[in-house]
């Protein structure tokens, strides 16, 4: 049998090895130490049923979607444990589908971009001490993949653990580091405030998202030929009156992005001639200027591969666009 140990806060005051209740933290002030809980990876999670036809010609206009009570920070994604992997505190956390929150990492300060790869490893963006770092869930070793950078932010994870971040600031830069041979290249070193990146499902092609009143607004795309080589920035979606943070691909190619501060969710065709808004989030009741990032689920744990997760910090959007996500490279091991 095989075993992945993860680190649990546990309090102080009891002989517990999970000091919370129905994903609620432990109660403040309330000091917290370290725990080895062990957790068996024998354990398949049950896959998640989604659909399993797509027409891409024809994808439904609207997207009913339903909330979920989790709050994260800027970022998520999901493990091969069926969990949403986020930031809580100043900890790295999974919390599962039922609201099960165990912390995997903590003390890893504030984050942005968050991002698992193929190892199990989580990656992610540390903006304020200018890092992309990876840390084992089994409390293993913290690696410094990047460092001195600004405003480390956007992340996404290619085949053979391609790590693609942005810098968010003016001008910035948008960047990739291979996770295995440390290999390093720049795709834009000259873009005005890059922020969420999503690849194609071909990984040809990087769609870059901003805003935030200044530099770049919207979505734009930057192709590679077939020698590798990275052209030219094309505009892919006009951000409008809102301003984009995450974006998203699906297996057909369409783009999707929510804007940052109206909640409203589009898709639009490869080519950008093509658009439509899917879902207007805020008519749940959702914040104002949150709406951070998505992520289509994981295909297990009861998180769907045909459904987008929003966040706008306070809770999470579930919205059934009928059309399976691109494959990650990060998919379930079993």
Same mark, same amino acid.
């Given at each position: 049998?095989?075993?992945?140990? =993860? ?31 062990? /957790?068996? &990876? ?18 439904p206009l ?14 998520? *994604? ?34 942005a ?5 193929? &190892?199990?490893?989580?990656?992610y ?13 089994d ?7 990047a460092?001195? /950078?600004?405003?480390? *932010? ?24 291979? =996770? ?8 834009? *070193? ?17 769609y ?16 590679? *030929? ?7 920035p ?33 898709? &639009? ?17 959702g ?20 459904? /987008?997760?929003? &966040? ?23």
């Open positions: 049998m095989s075993v992945l140990v =993860l680190l649990v806060a546990c309090s102080a005051s009891e002989d517990t090895e999970q000091p919370y209740t129905d994903g609620a933290p432990a109660p403040p002030g309330d000091p917290l130490s370290d725990t080895a809980l062990v /957790l068996d &990876t024998d354990a398949v999670p049950i896959p998640t049923e989604t659909v399993t036809t797509t027409d891409c010609d024809d994808l609207d997207a009913p979607f339903f909330t979920i009570g989790i709050a994260t920070q800027e970022d998520f *994604d999901f493990d091969a444990f069926g969990y949403l992997v986020h930031q809580s505190g100043g900890s790295l956390a999974g919390i599962s589908y039922e609201q099960d929150l165990r912390i995997i990492v903590p003390g890893v300060g504030d984050t971009g968050i991002q698992m790869v193929s &190892t199990g490893a989580i990656v963006a540390s903006p304020f001490s200018g890092a992309i770092r990876t840390v084992d869930p409390g293993g070793s913290d690696t410094l993949l460092g001195g /950078l600004t405003l480390p *932010d956007g992340l996404e994870v290619g085949a053979g653990d391609r790590v693609y971040y942005s810098e968010r600031t003016s001008p910035g830069r948008v960047r990739y580091i291979d =996770l295995g041979t440390r290999e390093t290249g720049t795709i834009l *070193d000259d873009v005005d405030v890059p922020n969420g990146l999503a690849l194609s499902p071909d990984e040809t092609t990087l870059i998202a901003g805003g935030y009143g200044s530099g770049l607004e919207g979505i734009i795309a930057v192709d590679k *030929d077939e020698l590798g080589v990275w052209g030219a094309r505009s892919v979606v006009e951000a409008n009156a809102a301003s984009f943070d995450g974006v998203e691909v699906d297996v057909c190619g369409n783009v999707y992005a929510v804007g940052w501060s109206d909640g409203r969710v589009s898709r &639009t065709t490869p080519d950008g001639i093509e658009s439509v808004i899917i879902a207007d989030l805020t008519s749940a009741g914040a104002w200027a949150l709406f951070n990032s998505i992520r289509w689920g994981s295909g297990f744990g009861g998180w769907r591969r045909d459904v /987008l997760y929003v &966040t706008d910090r306070s809770q999470i959007y579930a919205e059934e666009v009928g059309v399976l996500g691109r494959k990650s490279p990060v998919a379930n091991p079993y």
